[in-house]
């Protein structure tokens, strides 16, 4: 997590992460702002901040249908690190919110480990036949390196 914030950050993205449930993703956060990124946390109500943090812009929504359609209101693309199946439920929740608010953004994770393989073979076998543009909605990347020339790509063409 901190290698993305601090390659995303260095590039200029402005990184607005979840954080639900007592669970803030710190070593993401800390490494933007140390590389001098910008930062949103989009938050339910057991978040508390701890002091290093205060700072950094905080939402605080209380139904996660809220958080969900603010991150797919302010995002460009979503960014699906390794982690927890909390995290890639949350990132369905905010793809299909951005549907729902007539946007489409692109999603790239980062394969790490095959992290999201069960998901590369889900697109190859499911998406590509129900999906126009599949390739173009979900991509996985090997490496930040790859991650980050997917997403700005795949931004860059939207506009």
Do not use: C
């Amino acid at each position: 997590m901190s290698q993305a914030g601090s390659y995303f950050a260095r590039r200029g993205a402005s990184i607005v992460v979840l954080a639900e449930n007592g669970i803030i993703p710190v070593p993401l956060i800390t490494a933007a702002r140390t590389a001098g990124g910008q930062v949103e946390i989009v938050a339910d109500t057991s978040i508390v901040l701890p002091a290093a943090l205060r700072d950094v812009t905080l939402h605080v929504l209380d139904s996660r249908e809220e958080r969900l359609a603010r991150i797919a209101q302010t995002a460009s693309a979503l960014v699906a690190l390794p982690g927890s199946l909390a995290s890639a439920t949350a990132l369905f929740g905010a793809w299909t919110s951005a549907k729902g608010q007539g946007r489409s953004l692109p999603v790239v994770m980062l394969n790490r480990h095959r992290a999201f393989e069960v998901m590369r073979g889900y697109s190859a076998d499911v998406l590509s036949h129900s999906l126009t543009g599949y390739d173009k909605a979900m991509q996985f990347a090997d490496n930040i390196e790859d991650l980050w020339s997917r997403v700005s790509r795949l931004v860059g063409e939207q506009r």
